[in-house]
């Protein structure tokens, strides 16, 4: 078990490296982008693998052995418990005086002759009091004058234990699982545009170190509708959303039925084994660009990117396919535009009572073709040439809903058709999370019981003195602490002299006393706690 503990906390230091470095699986491009600016540590950053920290050989490693450890603690453990369980309780000790918690009881002459009560009757009567409380019982020397009763019971305790240890093993198999076989992918969708779970079709994707196109589900989603609800009572917090709903189709599979769906923020939709998590919204304002030709260059709703509570957003278009030029535009929307003093326009809203869009123009070359990946919400202008921007003579673009402008130079042209409003989702895809979750439940209650349960020891001897009366003593063991066991040990004490020293025996008492009967007849009990 210590070699198990010391390799959980390896683990763990082990993953430190997979937060200071890039890893190639979740950004293949800003590994290649570090590497390049470091090209002396980089090479050898990559040769230790610390770029696929969670797949590397020495991580991989590190994991087998713990699994093996765990492995390692279970079996031996769970072959001796099963044992435990099928052997009688441990043999009765001579002298139960040295047990931590002890006690004697005498059952009076007159009653015991009364009762016939005998010292092999008084120890089969303890062992199916104590079955009773929930002990395992053994009843040794039947029909000897010294009988005595063994009894054990928390055997649970070990069966918890197991039970965590076991299920440990368990969360590591599923995490595993989910590891190689698990995905997770982002995608933006506008109201109105569908999703079809394929590779292509997602804007950034990350799967697991065994995964496999074949795996993903043939589901669809389409964004019926988007509301959002903002606070319009409370002065202090007006304007702030209250709830966000997203409207949905689903769709199983190509022949399948469509169901209409609500998917909000904190109540994911599950279709087959993939959640679909609302993680993001905005506003996508439906543009279009034409060149300088007259043709339509680029033409639908362009995704912004919020900036403040007020849903002011950042806008990027590029239209590589105008002629001559190609066409690039960067700036801002606003859903309720208000100009201040200084002419500096801003949104006062977040809903759009007064959409505008302000844009600057560029043209030139938008570096798109030649393969290189750019980042659809980045213009890079420095190759680019300026068109309109409220430093130049033109000055900047300004655009309400259903409005035109004409690009300087005979360029082409951008007009605002409308708003939509588009939703962003976290597709997840874990085939362990069903097995991490049992396992860690199981786990939990193995680890209550473990903690909860005590394992006791419980052995009673009895005996009989010459005039007649029975003489009764017991002793507790714990395995391990247990600072319930002298409670324990007075709940034996009251079982049994409930049994032989109840109340109602007083009257009996009191007339064979009148009649004569000596002293010795008169039943008592003592218990004593030990500090161990």
């Known amino acids: 078990m210590r070699t198990a503990l010391f390799l959980l906390l390896f ?177 933006v969708i506008v109201e ?49 959303p209250l709830d966000f709903t997203a409207n949905i189709t689903t769709q199983e599979g190509p022949g399948a039925d469509e169901e209409p769906q609500v998917l909000k923020v904190n109540a994911p939709v599950t279709i087959g084994g993939t959640n679909v998590y609302l993680v993001g919204n905005g506003y996508a304002p439906v543009v279009t660009v034409r060149d300088g030709e007259g043709n339509i260059a680029s033409e639908g709703p362009v995704v912004s990117v919020p900036s403040d509570g007020l849903y002011t957003s950042l806008i990027v278009i590029k239209a590589p396919d105008a002629k001559p030029d190609q066409l690039g535009f960067v700036g801002f929307f606003l859903p309720t535009a208000f100009v201040d003093e200084q002419g500096v326009s801003f949104s006062r809203d977040p809903d759009p009572f007064n959409p505008q869009l302000n844009l600057n123009s560029y043209y030139g070359d938008l570096g798109l073709d030649d393969g290189t990946p750019e980042n659809v919400y980045v213009l890079d202008t420095e190759n680019l040439t300026e068109l309109n921007s409220r430093t130049n003579d033109d000055g900047g673009i300004v655009l309400g809903v259903g409005q035109t402008y004409d690009l300087p130079e005979g360029k082409g042209s951008v007009t605002f058709d409308g708003l939509k409003r588009y939703v962003a989702l976290d597709i997840h895809h874990d085939p362990g999370e069903v097995g991490a979750l049992v396992f860690s439940t199981l786990a939990l209650l193995g680890l209550t019981a473990s903690l909860f349960i005590g394992r006791r020891r419980l052995w009673v001897r009895t005996g009989e003195h010459p005039d007649g009366r029975i003489m009764l003593e017991y002793g507790l063991l714990a395995r391990g602490e247990d600072h319930r066991l002298p409670a324990e040990g007075e709940a034996v004490e009251k079982l049994l002299a409930d049994r032989w020293l109840a109340p109602e025996g007083a009257a009996e008492e009191d007339t064979l006393q009148e009649a004569g009967t000596s002293a010795a007849g008169t039943g008592n009990s003592h218990h004593t706690t030990k500090d161990n």
Request: proline letters at 8%; glycine letters at 8%; a positive charge.
């Open 11 to 187: 683990l763990a230091v082990a993953a430190v490296p997979g937060s200071l470095f890039p890893q190639r699986p979740a950004n293949p491009a800003v590994v290649t982008q570090y590497i390049q600016n470091n090209p002396d540590t980089g090479p050898v950053l990559d040769w230790f693998q610390l770029f696929d920290v969670y797949s590397s050989v020495w991580f991989s490693a590190i994991y087998l052995l713990l699994f093996i450890s765990l492995i390692g603690c279970v079996v031996p453990r769970a072959r001796a418990h099963f044992r435990a369980v099928r052997s009688t309780p441990p043999r009765t000790p001579k002298r139960l005086s040295r047990l931590p918690v002890y006690g004697t009881l005498e059952v009076p002459a007159p009653r015991a002759r009364a009762a016939g009560l005998t010292p092999s009757a008084a120890a089969e009567e303890a062992a199916a009091l104590l079955k009773k409380r929930g002990y395992r019982v053994d009843v040794r020397d039947a029909g000897t004058d010294r009988p005595s009763v063994g009894a054990e019971r928390g055997l649970a305790k070990e069966f918890g234990n197991l039970v965590f240890h076991t299920s440990l093993i368990g969360v590591l198999v599923s995490v595993a699982v989910g590891g190689l076989f698990g995905y997770n992918g982002q995608k």
């Open 192 to 240: 109105g545009d569908s999703f079809v779970n394929t590779l292509i079709g997602y804007d950034s994707f990350n799967p697991g170190s065994n995964f496999s196109d074949d795996r993903l589900d043939p589901f669809s989603i389409r964004l019926d509708s988007f509301d959002v609800r903002f606070d319009r009572e409370q002065t202090s917090h007006y304007g702030q």
